[in-house]
């Protein structure tokens, strides 16, 4: 009876010392854990970030053949990026970026001589264009809670590429016979790019982040594209039905060779609104600290 008695104190006094040991391992180390992980949360904690983002993008003041005034194209923007930061404010990045935009017939026209009826081809129905390349620069990051704002400037190497187009050119005083068929052949040209933007980060993990980014890409310099234009007669009615109906005069025949000639032309620049997501990589310098 007494053994059982000393074992069953033996028993409580292992739990109580237990638990108060315990209490006080939570009370010592909780403080501790939750500073740690404030810590982790902190502004400049990492050096490594790997993006994706995508956006709408324009062309801006770009000339095409024959356009005697600038006009934009629409399209989209994609980049992928790196960045790697030395200590808590500056970095530098290196990213790919994708860029496709698409010229209406509408726009493509309106920029062209006011004194001609213009007419595009039932299998053409406007320019297509892309920018593709590498960029490499610097990059500034101004932390203030789980935000992060980043101007960041910096020079690429961006091959442009445009499809070719064919339309008609009518005369005010003949608006559906015998126009003139002019051919733009597709171009290609890489150029040195100038680029420069800001962008905003969210944080809403210790790794991972949303961001929104505005910027522009200038491509100095110019490319070629030649244009060839041929005259034509339209095609006489095949039946009585093309007759009456007229259908058959928005079909055309090339004659003859008119002229050839090659236009270096402005590509312009490139204005681009992005949002993205983002890991940031590696150890937390401030909990490593």
Avoid at 9 to 19: D, G, L
Avoid at 224 to 240: F, G, I, L, M, N
């Amino acid at each position: 009876m007494q053994i059982l008695i000393i074992d069953t104190m033996k028993t409580n006094s292992t739990s109580i010392f237990s638990a108060l040991a315990f209490a006080l391992l939570v009370w010592t180390y909780a403080p501790e854990h939750a500073e740690a992980q404030t810590k982790s949360l902190l502004p400049y904690g990492y050096g490594h970030t790997l993006e994706m983002s995508a956006g709408p993008a324009g062309i801006v003041n770009g000339l095409r053949p024959g356009m005697s005034k600038s006009c934009c194209a629409g399209g989209f923007d994609f980049n992928m990026r790196y960045s790697y930061f030395f200590g808590r404010h500056f970095g530098a990045y290196v990213g790919i970026n994708v860029s496709e935009f698409s010229l209406g017939t509408d726009k493509l026209f309106g920029g062209l001589d006011g004194s001609y009826i213009y007419k595009s081809t039932k299998s053409v129905s406007g320019l297509n264009e892309s920018e593709g390349g590498i960029s490499v620069g610097g990059v500034y990051r101004y932390d203030f809670g789980r935000f992060s704002l980043r101007p960041r400037i910096g020079i690429g190497y961006i091959g442009y590429s445009s499809t070719d187009y064919h339309y008609y050119k009518f005369r005010t005083d003949r608006p559906d016979k015998d126009p003139e068929h002019i051919y733009v052949s597709g171009s290609s040209k890489a150029f040195m790019s100038i680029e420069a933007s800001l962008q905003l980060m969210l944080s809403v993990s210790r790794h991972f982040f949303f961001s929104l980014e505005a910027g522009g890409r200038a491509l100095p310099g110019r490319y070629s594209v030649e244009s060839t234009v041929y005259d034509t007669r339209t095609r006489a009615p095949e039946t009585w039905k093309q007759a009456l109906l007229e259908t058959n005069l928005d079909r055309h025949i090339d004659t003859a060779l008119m002229s050839k000639e090659t236009d270096r032309i402005p590509l312009g620049g490139t204005l681009y609104a992005r949002i993205g997501l983002g890991w940031n990589i590696g150890v937390n310098r401030n909990a490593r600290k």
